[in-house]
């Protein structure tokens, strides 16, 4: 009786490891949609981003540029687009439109414990294959810090963590029409 048991077992485990060989297989055969759901035609190859452009005086000069470079990263990175300037399928434009400070969590005697820091991106999505799926849009996002921290001496990490979301905000926009 335990050789039955034990026999059984191990075709049910074959047939558990078969099962999910073919699921993986249907996933990764002819699909343009991954495991993050990322829905890119498979006409379109090539993307290109643009310099953004600071349109605020207070924040710092190279934010447009390291935003530009933030968002050309995210799409190298997560997706099988490659970077071209030449007749691109799908391009990026905009600007910072915003970088605002603001107090958050008021205290009594007149101080505040968070500080917030906001930046607002205007971008411009064009496809050069379907021109209606062409859209402009302004995407925010910001990232609080306690009141007693030296923002010039935070400012970098913070605009990097800001940027990070701004970035998966706009790529999922663009590319898995959440």
Request: some cysteine; proline content about 3%; overall charge negative.
């Given at each position: 009786?335990?050789?039955?048991?034990?026999?059984?077992?191990?075709?049910?485990?074959?047939?558990?490891?078969?099962?999910?060989?073919?699921?993986?297989?249907?996933?990764?055969?002819?699909?343009?949609?991954?495991?993050?759901?990322?829905?890119?035609?498979?006409?379109?190859?090539?993307?290109?981003?643009?310099?953004?452009?600071?349109?605020?005086?207070?924040?710092?000069?190279?934010?447009?540029?390291?935003?530009?470079?933030?968002?050309?990263?995210?799409?190298?990175?997560?997706?099988?687009?490659?970077?071209?300037?030449?007749?691109?399928?799908?391009?990026?434009?905009?600007?910072?439109?915003?970088?605002?400070?603001?107090?958050?969590?008021?205290?009594?005697?007149?101080?505040?414990?968070?500080?917030?820091?906001?930046?607002?991106?205007?971008?411009?999505?064009?496809?050069?294959?379907?021109?209606?799926?062409?859209?402009?849009?302004?995407?925010?996002?910001?990232?609080?810090?306690?009141?007693?921290k030296d923002f010039v001496s935070i400012?970098?990490?913070?605009?990097?963590?800001?940027?990070?979301?701004?970035?998966?905000?706009?790529?999922?926009?663009?590319?898995?029409?959440?």
């Amino acid at each position: 009786m335990p050789l039955l048991l034990l026999v059984k077992r191990s075709e049910l485990k074959a047939q558990h490891i078969l099962f999910f060989i073919m699921m993986t297989t249907l996933l990764f055969c002819g699909c343009s949609i991954s495991f993050k759901g990322i829905s890119i035609p498979p006409d379109v190859n090539t993307f290109y981003v643009e310099n953004f452009r600071n349109a605020v005086s207070q924040a710092p000069a190279d934010i447009n540029q390291r935003f530009s470079e933030a968002l050309r990263a995210k799409i190298r990175n997560e997706s099988r687009l490659t970077y071209n300037e030449q007749k691109p399928d799908v391009e990026f434009s905009g600007e910072i439109s915003g970088f605002r400070l603001f107090d958050e969590a008021p205290q009594a005697g007149n101080t505040v414990a968070l500080n917030k820091l906001e930046i607002t991106v205007s971008v411009a999505f064009a496809n050069n294959k379907d021109e209606t799926k062409n859209w402009k849009k302004s995407f925010s996002f910001f990232r609080t810090f306690e009141s007693d921290k030296d923002f010039v001496s935070i400012q970098d990490n913070l605009i990097a963590e800001i940027f990070k979301q701004l970035t998966e905000n706009i790529f999922n926009e663009s590319f898995t029409g959440w």
